[in-house]
């Protein structure tokens, strides 16, 4: 098997196009969109904002397989006054630190939290219902969902160790996402891959094996397959550029509800043009809510931890994020009833939302690991270890 076709190239297609061509196949990528990136891209233009990721979190595989190519850009630390400057909403007023209930569940040596139960029911168990509420809408920064504590107790409990790690695990590329995609587009290039934008396939080749690395939402539509379908969240999310204020937090986290508000331009100030503040906010909605319920709640949290920024808004912009979050496992599931990598005939999904471990990006690249091991007659074996 010399060659492989790989349909998305975003983040999952790019690790699959290196993994492929790195083993000696010959590998051509066909993109949609006029740019590489997929939802890492970071937009053009005075305002950086990026499309989804923001936080590279270094637990994960696809660290240490990007420090090994020298793939990670520079990246842009918090500066430890501007980290002191997180604040949390608490029975609707902001405190600096969090409720002490909520810390038991990040107590070392705690048991293994399940899959078979809600996250809240577990929690509360734990830390009692106050602490689990505040934990579990704590978790929303990694998980996106309206309602944490109706998901899977494994599933949240590891984005909260992981989203509230110290030293922090998150990690931001200098410039936005495109920068860590600019770096792995060379790399593929470097390494001969193929590479073709403005390039939307709609039939399945057949003459190569193909790793379909799109959403799951595209990926069912390509292959004809209705049962390529996982839960995910709808997010709103609200962008806006603000002239710089003194004493502006640096992130608020919505212990109430679901929700984060984060001043990037706090670590970077390559996102904003000089004297103004990059905050791009984000709240998870329920099915019945709409986008101006999350208006209005980032707008609550804006006006608690930003003095006066409606009258220092100078850009803004809003969108819905619906299942474009990553996959969120319901109780009784874990990552490995998600969609699964070989569809047959050749054919392997990878994606945010199949059947591999991680926290959001890390899913993608995961499987497109997974999928092209399987292209080329591997065991999965680093999947089935995890
Ligand atoms: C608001 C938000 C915040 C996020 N925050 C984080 C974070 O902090 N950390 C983190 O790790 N992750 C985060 N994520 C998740 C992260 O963005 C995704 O997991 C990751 O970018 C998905 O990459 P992918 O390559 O699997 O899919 P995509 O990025 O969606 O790439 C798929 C590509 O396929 C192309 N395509 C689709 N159909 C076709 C076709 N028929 N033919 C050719 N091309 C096609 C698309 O144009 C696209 O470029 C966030 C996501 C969002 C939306």
Known sequence: MHRIT???????????????AEAGVKVTVYEAH??????????EGPYRTNDGPHALYRGGAHWTWLKQRDLIPPLAPIPPLEAARLRLRHHGALRRTPPFAMLKLLRPGLPQAPVDLD????ATGVAGEEGARAAANYSAVALFHHD????SAAFVQERLRRATKLPPEAHYPRGG?????????????????????LSRVDVLPTDTPVVVATSLDAARRLLKDDSLTWTGGRTVLVDLAVRTRRGDAFAVSDLDSPGWIERFTAQD??????????????????PHETKADGRARAEHLLDLAFDGWRERVTWRREALANGRTGAVDLPGTSWRDRPAVDRGDGVYLAGDQVAAPGVLSEVSFNSALAAVSLALGRRQLDLKRA
């Open 6 to 20: 790989v349909i998305g190239g975003g983040f999952a297609g790019l690790t699959a196009a290196i993994t492929a």
């Open 34 to 43: 006029h740019t590489l990136g997929g939802r890492a891209r970071t937009a």
């Open 119 to 122: 996250y809240l029911s577990w």
């Open 148 to 151: 944490p504590g109706a998901l």
């Open 177 to 197: 996402w495109a920068s860590l995609i600019d770096r792995m587009a060379a790399r593929a290039w470097n390494l001969g891959v193929r590479m073709e934008t």
């Open 269 to 286: 100030r390559s996102l904003a043009p000089a004297d103004e503040q990059l905050i791009q906010g984000q709240i998870p909605i329920a």
